[in-house]
């Protein structure tokens, strides 16, 4: 059977450094019609729950410690009985949100299996310490949370974060990529390796 990729959309807010942001999050749920993997756990556990069904889930894989992408990560733990996998580079952002509560760690390079398929954990630092895409190469995808969006890498002025790094986590990690692979997002549409990889350098002009 062919891997599923259903895609859930919720509402919320991102708060750091004294600030606060308006935000839609893009959920990602991976697998087949018995197993899945949720790929972030955001705003609102109830529409995720919805799409998920009567299907196990098998993983919570959290792209980054951000708060909109981990909000309701226990609650979708205590709800499905799966894991919450997230890099350990991002354990202050997660502890700011989820004090006391334990996960488990993503590891670059690490495999984790779900309907007879391989997701490759990248770390890819620079948005954040622990920034990390799922790479799918059975099915020419990539999960690439906030560090590469249509149009240029996640966004690199707040704490923890570094423009320099992220610009070598997506030429290193992203960009040595069959560029057919469809790149979908953290937050809005989608794009592919191909359309991205012709403007690294212009980025990195803009952003020094």
Do not use: C
Request: hydrophobic share 40%.
């Amino acid at each position: 059977m062919a891997l599923k990729i259903d895609k859930v959309v919720t509402s919320g807010t991102f708060s750091l450094d004294g600030g606060t942001w308006d935000v839609d999050n893009n959920i990602w749920i991976v697998g087949d019609d018995d197993e899945v993997v949720i790929i972030d756990a955001a705003h609102s556990a109830a529409p995720i729950l919805d799409t998920v069904g009567d299907r196990t889930v098998r993983a919570i894989l959290l792209t980054h410690g951000h708060n909109d992408h981990i909000t309701v990560a226990p609650e979708l733990s205590a709800q499905t009985g799966a894991p919450i996998l997230l890099h350990p580079g991002d354990d202050m952002l997660w502890n700011d949100t989820h004090p006391g509560v334990a996960h488990q760690d993503l590891a670059d390079g690490q495999q984790i299996e779900v309907a007879g398929t391989a997701l490759t954990v990248l770390n890819t630092p620079g948005h954040s310490p622990g920034s990390s895409v799922i790479h799918v190469p059975e099915a020419g995808v990539l999960f690439s949370g906030d560090t590469l969006f249509q149009g240029g890498p996640g966004a690199t002025g707040r704490s923890f974060s570094s423009f320099p790094t992220i610009i070598e986590s997506i030429r290193d990690k992203i960009f040595t990529l069959d560029p057919a692979t469809k790149v979908y997002t953290g937050h809005g549409g989608g794009t592919t390796v191909a359309d991205e990889a012709p403007h690294l350098e212009e980025w990195i002009r803009r952003g020094s």
